[in-house]
Each structure stands twice: as C-alpha cells, then as structure tokens.
C-alpha cells in the first residue's frame, strides 16, 4: 500500500517567492495533518483538517500560510510570500476514522524548505 | 504553548543496555499518547502507545509507563540496540514534543 506522498522533496526558493507544498494522505483516512519540524520547537501542528474540513488551524503561524483540502486525496500548505524563518521540515500525516486519538497517524517523508 | 515536552534532546546509551526516554505534559484531558521514531530524511512512525487509564504498555522490547499523578510518561527499551538509533518523538492528541535524540553505541 502507498503511504502519505508529499512533494517536492526539498524545495530552495528565494525569500518572497509563493511555496506549495503537496500531499496525498493514505486512501480512506478521514483525517490530514501539517507539522512543521524546526530544531527549536520540534514537531509543530500547522493545521488539521476531517473529511476535507479545516478543524483547527490555530497553529498556522500568520496569514502567509494557507492550507487547502480540495478533495479526499489532495491537500496544499501554501506559503506567500515566503520568509528565512520559514525554512523547515514540513510533514503531512493521515490517520484512519474520525474521533479516535489512539488511531497512529501516517507520515509522510517531509519537505525539506529552504528560504533564501 | 508546548503541552508535551521532551527535555533531554539527546541520549547515548550502549547496546545491550536499556534506554530510558521521558516526556512530561500539561494537558489533564490526553487520553492516548504516542511514542513515534524517526530515522533522519524519513517521517516519524508509529511505535507504541498507551490509555490514560493504565500505567504500563508492553510491546517486545518497549515498554511505557504512565504517571498520571505526575503527568509524565517514559519510553524503555531493553535491550538497546544499534538500529534503535533515531528521534523519537512523544504525542499526545496531536501535539508532539520535540524529540529526543537516541545513539545507541555497539
């Protein structure tokens, strides 16, 4: 079975410039999730979203960041304009059913940004 | 807010010996928590877990314990091995601690 796909695996773009990240969550997981992995903070939660519906984006760190879910397959972290600081490991993760905190998410393999 | 931490970024044990990794929390309300490894250029994976009803989950060589009282958790593994090498990363409903770093030296 394909895990969680994210791409690009790494991105370089300079500082200004929109970034899109992307995700294919595992099929038949009602629930998506971005983190964001830095050295200082660890795994962050941006957003999380249940049957393609934005639950929680109190993580998402200021109104340059947007995350979309446009269908149960796909989902976008979106970053414009971009900024040094945002420069981190994003993951997307998936897990199965609704309501259920023992369910394990899914990772994908990140991407590693890069900010000019 | 960090309501799960992971103090120690870094731990060096030697194989064969066990490994103790701890996490504290804040939240009263968890019911679940997570222990996920992860192996650099490679997304955490799902490792072991634990209701907040018990105090102790045993899987193979990793066990966790939970300390309701002192909303802390600990991960062991026992016996250490070189392939056990990794961050691991503690969770509890969603929110992570920033990881500990194991070294297990052969």
């Known amino acids: 079975d394909a895990g969680v796909i994210q791409s690009p695996r790494h991105e370089v773009t300079e500082m200004g410039q929109e970034v899109t990240l992307r995700c294919k969550p595992i099929?038949?997981?009602?629930?998506l999730f971005w983190y964001r992995q830095t050295m200082m903070r660890g795994l962050e939660l941006l957003i999380y979203?249940?049957?393609?519906?934005?639950?929680?984006d109190s993580g998402m760190p200021e109104d340059r960041f947007s995350a979309k879910m446009p269908n149960a397959s796909f989902s976008t972290l979106k970053i414009q304009p971009s900024e040094p600081r945002d420069s981190a490991v994003y993951f997307c993760?998936?897990?199965?059913?609704?309501?259920?905190?023992?369910?394990?998410?899914?990772f994908g393999d990140g991407t590693r940004l890069s900010i000019l | 807010d960090q309501q799960v931490k992971q103090n120690s970024p870094s731990l060096s044990v030697q194989e064969g010996r066990i490994s103790i990794l701890n996490c504290d929390y804040t939240?009263?309300?968890?019911?679940?928590f997570l222990w996920y490894k992860k192996y650099p250029a490679e997304g955490p994976t799902f490792l072991i877990s634990?209701?907040?009803?018990?105090d102790k989950n045993e899987d193979g060589r990793f066990t966790v314990f939970l300390n309701k009282s002192a909303k802390h958790l600990s991960l062991h593994i026992v016996p250490s091995q070189p392939g056990d090498s990794a961050v691991y990363f503690c969770a509890g409903n969603m929110r992570f601690g920033a990881g500990t770093r194991l070294t297990v030296k052969p």
């Open positions: 634990i209701s907040s009803i018990k």
């Open positions: 939240n009263s309300m968890f019911d679940y």
């Open positions: 979203f249940n049957n393609n519906v934005p639950i929680d």
């Open positions: 993760a998936s897990s199965p059913r609704a309501g259920d905190s023992n369910q394990p998410q899914h």
């Open positions: 099929s038949g997981h009602d629930y």
